[in-house]
């Protein structure tokens, strides 16, 4: 269940897939409703592996909605629950971001002072 992952363990597995290129529609659909259950959650490194989900989905074309409904078999989603799944993936693809420039700004200080 999805409830009972670790935001850490979310991470690890949206990782995983990005780097196996999986196309399992079962295991990418768990991935982005854990997502969302645990992105808020998630420090800047479950992030960052997040957003190589995210980047990862897009190289290959997959949308949220494609996955939902190779899985669940229906296109259509109410609205209201499509503006929040949108939303909830934005807010997280920017903190992704963020965490990547924090992270190498981090470095490049780090470098200058050595």
């Given at each position: 269940p999805t409830r009972a992952a670790q935001a850490q363990e979310v991470a690890n597995l949206a990782w995983a897939a990005a780097v196996l290129q999986s196309l399992d529609p079962a295991l990418l659909c768990w991935i982005w409703r854990a997502i969302d259950l645990h992105v808020?959650?998630?420090?800047?490194?479950?992030l960052s592996q997040v957003h190589?989900?995210?980047?990862?989905?897009?190289?290959?074309?997959?949308?949220?909605?494609?996955?939902?409904?190779?899985?669940?078999?229906a296109r259509a989603a109410p609205e209201q629950?499509?503006?929040?799944?949108?939303?909830?993936?934005?807010?997280?693809?920017?903190?992704?971001r963020l965490a990547f420039l924090q992270e190498a700004l981090a470095d490049a200080a780090h470098e200058s002072s050595s």
């Open positions: 808020e959650t998630m420090s800047n490194t479950e190589q989900f995210t980047l990862n989905c897009r190289v290959l074309n997959i949308s949220r909605e494609d996955v939902f409904a190779a899985y669940y078999g629950v499509r503006a929040a799944v949108e939303s909830a993936a934005a807010d997280a693809a920017e903190r992704g």
